[in-house]
């Protein structure tokens, strides 16, 4: 069983920093896209950033410059640093995994979900 765990969500002001972090409970699988989504009041739930196992990294163009997406395989954690911060950043921001497992020789995507957590950047 696999599961994501988010943190460090909270309330920050225009121009500050946060980071997101997303534990998973077993080792991070050897082909992987990791990434985190972000959904606003009203809004459809969009792609913020992607990391995969080939160390390929992808930003939304309203983040690129600002946001940064990492990860630390020793402590099968997933980051994302957000500097320069602004109220149009405020939403429910989702950690999301898919990852390559064999079963009985087969090779399956599963895809896995964070809980949530809301970020809100207002003065």
């Known amino acids: 069983q696999v599961q994501l765990v988010q943190s460090g969500g909270g309330l920050v002001q225009p121009g500050g920093s946060l980071r997101l972090s997303c534990a998973t409970s077993g080792s991070i699988a050897s082909l992987y896209t990791m990434g985190w989504y972000r959904q606003a009041p009203g809004k459809q739930r969009e792609l913020v950033a992607t990391?995969?196992?080939?160390?390929?990294?992808n930003y939304a163009d309203s983040v690129k410059g600002r946001f940064t997406i990492s990860g630390d395989n020793a402590k099968n954690t997933m980051y994302l640093q957000m500097n320069s911060l602004k109220p149009e950043d405020t939403a429910v921001y989702y950690c999301n995994a898919q990852l390559v497992s064999v079963r009985r020789g087969i090779a399956t995507t599963d895809v896995y979900w964070g809980q949530g957590t809301q970020v809100t950047v207002s003065s």
């Open positions: 990391i995969t196992s080939g160390a390929t990294t």
